[in-house]
């Protein structure tokens, strides 16, 4: 069965460092994009980015470009997302999937999904 | 960056009854539309892929149509377990974008 499993909620003081994580399993880890997906309180989904853990190439979206950190470890399947000095509009659940890009569709989309790391930034 | 409208922001819908849901992209998209559902406090989950394409173990009474801007997502019989907020996302151009959802309530 292939499966995300992110870390747990976290719990943070603004202008600290966090990083979370997403282990893959059930398939070649290095094959896939992995892509993050923000979701404030209440609100919708937001794309932030994709990294190839095969290379660790990655591409953020605009919105989320020198804010946030995707990087990847293939020797345990797993990959992150990071920041450095956190602030309470970082307050949002995070979910990680992986890409599928079958060379016979036109298409992409994101499955399956992590189950979601809530982060907390207050003071 | 690519603008994706879904209508209506909410329904209301009785159980046994249609239900179409919209989405509509600022530019052409080709077929690089996906659906997803999201139950409150869950993970959303893919149900259609690359506009009409049914994701496997969604029930068939999901189906999903359209190319270019338009796109549709019919619930043909809509279920007690249907009832949540369903999203739609291109992945035809960076960043890619998701609708601002459209949540299904009980009548």
């Known amino acids: 069965e292939v499966q995300l499993v992110q870390s747990g909620a976290e719990v943070k003081k603004p202008g600290e460092s966090l990083k979370i994580s997403c282990q893959g399993s059930?398939?070649?880890?290095?094959?896939?994009?992995i892509g993050w997906v923000r979701q404030m309180p209440g609100k919708g989904l937001e794309w932030m980015g994709i990294?190839?853990?095969?290379?660790?190439?990655?591409r953020y979206s605009p919105s989320f470009q020198g804010q946030v950190t995707m990087s990847a470890d293939k020797s345990i399947s797993t990959a992150y997302l990071q920041w450095s000095s956190l602030k309470p509009s970082d307050t949002a659940m995070y979910y990680c999937a992986r890409l599928q890009q079958p060379k016979s569709l036109k298409g992409k989309w994101f499955d399956p999904w992590g189950q979601g790391t809530l982060v907390t930034v207050s003071s | 960056d690519i603008q994706m409208t879904q209508s209506p922001s909410s329904l209301s819908a009785s159980v046994g009854d249609r239900v179409t849901l919209t989405c509509r992209a600022s530019q052409s998209i080709t077929s690089y539309l996906n659906w997803f559902q999201q139950k409150p406090g869950k993970a959303p989950k893919l149900l259609i892929f690359?506009?009409?394409s049914l994701q496997s173990g969604v029930p068939s009474r999901f189906s999903g149509s359209g190319s270019g801007t338009d796109f549709t997502l019919t619930i043909s019989s809509l279920q007690p377990e249907d009832f949540a907020t369903y999203y739609c996302q291109q992945t035809y151009s960076t960043p890619w974008t998701f609708g601002q959802g459209t949540k299904v309530e009980i009548k």
């Open positions: 059930g398939y070649r880890f290095t094959s896939y994009w």
């Open positions: 690359a506009a009409s």
């Open positions: 990294i190839y853990p095969g290379d660790s190439d990655t």
